[in-house]
């Protein structure tokens, strides 16, 4: 009876990291239709072929090198032979479910840390220069700076972060601000897009082609979210996990429609206008503000979090604007800015944690993404160059990069 109640925990807690992997997954496509939505049509084709190339890129290479830099286990011995024995995380009891599912649960958040990465870098990154990058981040960056978090291995062997404090139940900082720091190196060496900002300092909009699109990519990543937030909790094959699992989906959306409506009435305020991409990206701001820890709030905690995550991206938004820091979809905003927020918001309900170790977590994780990927920038624009020409620029990256159009019909001949 015994081993037959082990088998179906097994079965279960497999089937829902599958399922919850799945739904992170799908994030992907949130990405490619946000950012599609918010580029202009000119770099539209461009911008999707980044996301579903920087998906396969993550994929592999977390596959050969990633995954065993993070756990353990060395070399390319999941690639060469498969991921075999007890699980990844060192326990000395077998995990409760198969240890493939958790390297896909596992795989699709490194693609959602790159992802964060192409919006930001939108509409004059040279595409292959990108995709080289993505090889680097995916392969070493990251997985070096989880292995220090969710791998629980010691920074550089001075300190181990969960000694000192420091807890990241899905990722605010791990992954979304890690994102963002290797998205903010990006940007600096990059530069802004050419007519964002006026001779004199003023900012000039630049709207995107196509909201509607905008706002599909908002509701796959607000769907997506509970597989990455929910998926965190590991097992759902007893009834405290089954319990923390529904805590954990409930908290999530409570943020996410907090955080929207925060910056929703904040745009009105400042702008006298129901500004739609500052609550769309005040949706996002949310989910990304409660995914450090969404399992303790209660449901009214969560949606204040939410809403101050709503709030700080608008502000962002702006600051970075005024600092010619050219950001075309908020990401770093919403993911870098928002997910540092996320992280000092833990220990208000996580008696676990501590600011101290919060603020020693979140400086390590941005020293080392911003550092070594300000490393990579600079050696890719000295080797090949990254940003393409002014005339490209001005036609457009979807003809320079790719040569095909999205909407060839509405081009003017």
Known sequence: MENTIFELQYALDTFYFLVCGALVMWMA????????????????????????????????????????????????????DGIVGDGVTGAEEPATYAPSSDFFFQVVFV????????????????????????????GVIYPLEGSWTWGGAPVFGLYTLGDLGFSDFAGSGIVHMAG???????VLVLGARKGKYGPNGEV????????PLATLGTFILWLGWF???????????????????????????AAAAG???????????????????????????????????????????ATLFGAAGGALVVFSIITLDKLKIDDPVGAISVHGVVGLLGLLLVPVTNDG?????????????????????LVVWLALKAIMGIRISEEEE????????????????????
């Open 29 to 80: 496509a949130g990405f490619a239709m946000l950012e599609a939505g918010l580029v202009r049509s000119k770099n539209t084709t461009e911008i999707l072929t980044k996301n579903v190339a920087l998906f396969a890129i993550s994929c592999t290479m977390y596959l050969v090198c990633g995954y065993s830099i993070m756990y353990g286990g060395g070399e390319l011995v999941w690639f060469l």
């Open 111 to 138: 693609a959602t840390a790159m992802s964060i990465v192409s919006g930001a870098v939108a509409e004059r990154m040279k595409l292959w220069a990108f995709l080289a990058f993505a090889v680097v981040m995916t």
């Open 180 to 186: 963002a720091a290797a998205a903010l190196a990006g």
């Open 204 to 211: 000039r909009a630049i709207p995107g082609a196509n909201l």
């Open 227 to 253: 597989g990455f937030n929910g998926g965190s909790v590991l097992a759902t094959s007893s009834v405290e996990n089954a319990n923390a699992v529904a805590v954990v989906f409930m908290n999530t959306n």
């Open 259 to 301: 955080g929207l409506i925060a910056a929703l009435l904040l745009a009105r305020v400042l702008f006298g206008k129901a500004d739609l991409t500052m609550a769309l990206n005040g949706a996002l701001a949310g989910l990304v503000a409660i995914t450090a820890e969404p399992s303790t709030p209660t449901p009214l905690l």
């Open 353 to 373: 944690s501590s600011i101290s170790g919060q603020l020693i977590g979140a400086a390590t994780i941005f020293a080392w993404v911003f550092g070594a990927s």
């Open 394 to 413: 001005y036609e457009g990256a979807d003809l320079s990069e790719c040569g095909q159009e999205a909407y060839p019909e509405f081009t003017n001949k």
